[in-house]
């Protein structure tokens, strides 16, 4: 069983930065992948960037690809989303998740494939 806990959400004027933290509680947290999730009002969960057990794998979508950095703290059972060049259309409830499969390109995007989920943060950026 994982917890996960995000926070660093707020309102951010269009291209600012934000980082966004997700910390694990339970155990085995680096037997994990991680993933970043994002959902706007009347629009269905997206995939954002996902990270390997190891934290040298990652993986993006096309819209934050050169913008988002995903990593994580293995010692602190945390990870990160760095956000910068922020635009109004990043604005979002972003959620944190968590699962043991490797899955595929296609696969991994799905929120279907992840077992575990916080709460979400919200991100609001002003244009």
């Known amino acids: 069983q994982v917890q996960l806990v995000e926070s660093g959400g707020g309102l951010v004027q269009a291209v600012g930065s934000l980082r966004l933290s997700c910390v694990a509680s339970?155990?085995?947290?680096?037997?994990?992948?991680m993933a970043w999730f994002r959902q706007a009002p009347g629009k269905e969960r997206e995939f954002v960037a996902r990270?390997?057990?190891?934290?040298?794998?990652?993986y993006y979508a096309d819209s934050v690809k050169g913008r988002f950095t995903i990593y994580r703290d293995i010692a602190k059972n945390t990870v990160h989303l760095q956000m910068n060049s922020l635009k109004a259309e990043d604005t979002a409830v972003y959620f944190c998740?968590?699962?043991?499969?490797?899955?595929?390109?296609?696969?991994?995007?799905?929120?279907?494939?992840?077992?575990?989920w916080g709460q979400g943060t919200q991100v609001t950026v002003s244009s």
């Open positions: 339970g155990r085995s947290f680096n037997t994990y992948f």
């Open positions: 990270i390997s057990q190891s934290g040298v794998g990652t």
């Open positions: 998740a968590a699962d043991r499969g490797s899955g595929t390109e296609v696969t991994v995007r799905r929120p279907s494939s992840y077992e575990y």
